[in-house]
């Protein structure tokens, strides 16, 4: 895909995704969470569906939930400047809540959120130890 074309599908998915952070806002205060908490999540999930997933190819946020394992175990680590064990732990929790809505709103499969959340309780610890590590290797080198 050229630049103009990858760009004209990704302005397409922001402006989806827009609404799609809106109903889960919604959904979100339905569920009573306090506005910190709605708002902590909503900005979560905008990072992953509007910067991660448009990254590098303009991937929609059904297709996102299978992507869990590149984000945590590198990409987040490398490109948010807040990636913590905290900012981690956070994401994920986000990330729980969207795609099971994305699952109840019949956008994912029952099978596909499962899946993630298998892929989360599996891999968790190894995601930690990659920040671990990463911060190692900064704090470590001679770059400053």
Request: charged letters at 35%.
């Amino acid at each position: 895909m050229d630049y103009e074309t990858y760009e004209a599908e990704c302005e397409k998915i922001r402006a989806e995704n827009q609404l799609l952070l809106d109903a889960f806002r919604e959904d979100l205060k339905a569920k009573k969470l306090s506005q910190k908490t709605i708002d902590k999540h909503v900005s979560n999930i905008d990072f992953y569906i509007n910067d991660f997933l448009l990254y590098e190819d303009a991937e929609p946020p059904e297709d996102g939930v299978i992507l869990l394992n590149y984000f945590f175990s590198s990409w987040f680590i490398r490109k948010a400047m807040w990636a913590s064990a905290a900012s981690i732990k956070e994401n994920i929790t986000s990330l729980k809540k969207f795609y099971g809505f994305l699952e109840e709103k019949g956008r994912i499969e029952p099978d596909e959120y499962l899946d993630m959340l298998q892929e989360i309780k599996e891999s968790k610890e190894e995601w930690l130890e990659n920040l671990r590590k990463y911060d190692q290797e900064i704090a470590s080198s001679d770059f400053w």
